[in-house]
């Protein structure tokens, strides 16, 4: 998951992140019928300056505070703001009244500015106690844990707010306290993006367990919270199609993973269509360019990726996609589109919607989508594609380097320990029964050699294979020949090698420039059973890739994917001596020096 975080959070304030408002520049707002008393309450209670809930106990009942209130949060008139273009965040006083518990890292509550929403870097109670006590007193004079307002979609009711914020403590106390769960939606991942003059929130590897421990929590008590749906804005979306509306949000991948595998157990249908159109959740996904959601889309229903929508042939999620790219690229050439609107497409919505496509790509996408012999903005439509294209294979030599390195970590961790190790161990040489320890000797590299032989149990090829499995999704040629030549790899590395010195290689000037050679174990077959050249790992997978572009070019040299597939290595050579035909790259055994085809179609 995300990195993790250690800071504390009760009894202080963290940080406000780029594009938050710290609690400085919100004000609250009640209309002129409220009490000063209420307008205290609010004010005391939303910067936690009140230090008991007697205190709160006391301005409700002596001094007639109103607890079932709603504020309205804006920015403050301090910052010069002018007044937002819609109406005000209006929330109940009980949500903010919960600490946000998740170092404000993910969003619980938000302000509209004249350019967006901000979320707000809300300050915790100086204990959970206290927290509780004051969530009692306010539900005690009256709060209602059910109160929303009716035009943000339940986002600023309490349990959603509790949600948000990973504050179990808050979740558990709402719902002792006979919260309602149905028809709430509180399954829907918190609010995440659009935050005003800033990237996406990141969150931590801490905040995303708590916040799946509450997910867990909810969906133990009410396994129906996984398949509701909404009722407002005239739709009928799933909780999937919500999060494939969130434009990748904060979350890890790993994260959304677990959300979705816990919503798929609990009966949620991830292939329904919603609307006269059947809109699946991946083509959501690619309307809002979500691909974290898209990457676990395509592990699940791979069909849906060439779907078409109902009544309309060729709109599949990869046009739709194509689509708001040509469209925001148009955007950040309109000179009067703002500038803070052309940042935000160039720093998410431009990245978020190649980030979905390249995830189409790595899920297997069919080359016969593409169509050359089309209008002219089909073709611009091609060329965006094919440039996401070249992008995943440029990205598969460090993918493949990454998997060599998982399924060696073990052993070079290892047979490093035994190299240090062996040396100074002692050993029994003398005659029996008086043996003398001494130190065991040792010529040039030989304890490297016993420490490597040794750590190769330890080497796992499967660690490999997930990595390659993690990055090309779908089944395909490439993805089988790239599991191939790294397993090859790995196994020769392992077992046939005498230290990891052998396998990075030796520094050598190739072509002009100093660089390793890594462990040369392919061979190429010449004619009959003679074997021409060797060629490493880095060859072979380099071979895949332009088998891979010229398989996507079909003919149509003008795209020139080919050219920007960079090789990176032995950039002096070309692609000549990544020159072989599958049929001929095999290995030579080690105990008949005979060659063995690999047999990689």
Sequence with gaps: MAAS?????????????????????????????????????CDVVFRRSIGSAQGVAQLIRQEGAEANVMPLLVQSHADGAPPPPEPPMVYPLLSLAIDNMTGNTIPSIWVDRPRGMSPVATRCWSSPELQDDIMNALIDGGADMNATSADRSHNTRPLRVAIAAGNIRAVSLLLRRGAQLSGFRVMRLPFAWGVYGGRECLTTSDAERQLMSIYQRLIQRDSTLAVERSTDGGSSLSVVDDAATSRGGPFSQAFIDQYLDMLQANGADVRAGTGPWGTTPLRWAAMFGSP??????????????????????????????????TRWADDL??????????????????????????????????????????????RRRCRLLLTQYAAVLNELPDVSMAAINAALARQRDHSMLLARLLPVAPHHDGAH??????????????????????????HDPSAAVAVIDRYLIGDSQLRRRVQAAVSHFVKSAA??????????????????????????????????????????????????????????????AWCGLTAGVVKGFNEHLGNQDCQFAWQQLGHIDKTTRIFVALGIE
């Design 5 to 41: 975080s250690s800071r504390s959070v009760h009894g202080g304030t963290p940080p406000a992140p780029t594009g938050w408002l710290g609690l400085h520049r919100v004000e609250i707002k009640l209309p002129w019928l409220h009490s000063d008393a209420t307008r205290h309450l």
């Design 292 to 325: 974290q959601v898209a990457d676990w889309l395509c592990r699940q229903v791979p069909a849906d990726i060439d779907r078409d929508l109902t009544g309309e042939p060729h709109r599949t999620p990869l046009n739709t996609a194509l689509g708001g790219l």
């Design 333 to 378: 050439n309109d000179d009067s589109r703002p500038e803070h609107e052309k940042e935000e497409l160039r720093t998410r919505e431009i990245p978020n919607l190649e980030a979905f496509i390249r995830t189409l790509v790595r899920a297997g996408l069919a080359p016969s989508l593409v169509r050359f012999t089309v209008p002219e903005d089909h």
């Design 433 to 458: 029964p008086h043996p003398s320890p001494s130190n065991m000797a040792f010529g040039p590299h030989e304890a490297d050699a016993i420490g490597w032989k040794i750590g190769a149990f330890l």
């Design 495 to 556: 077992t046939q090698t005498s230290s990891n010195r052998e396998v990075v290689g030796d520094m050598a000037n190739v072509g002009g420039v100093t660089g390793r050679v890594p462990l040369q174990c392919f061979a190429i077959r010449g004619s009959g059973v003679q074997v021409a050249r060797m060629v490493g790992v880095r060859e072979v997978v380099h071979r895949a890739r332009l088998d891979e572009a010229a398989r996507w070019l079909d003919g149509a």
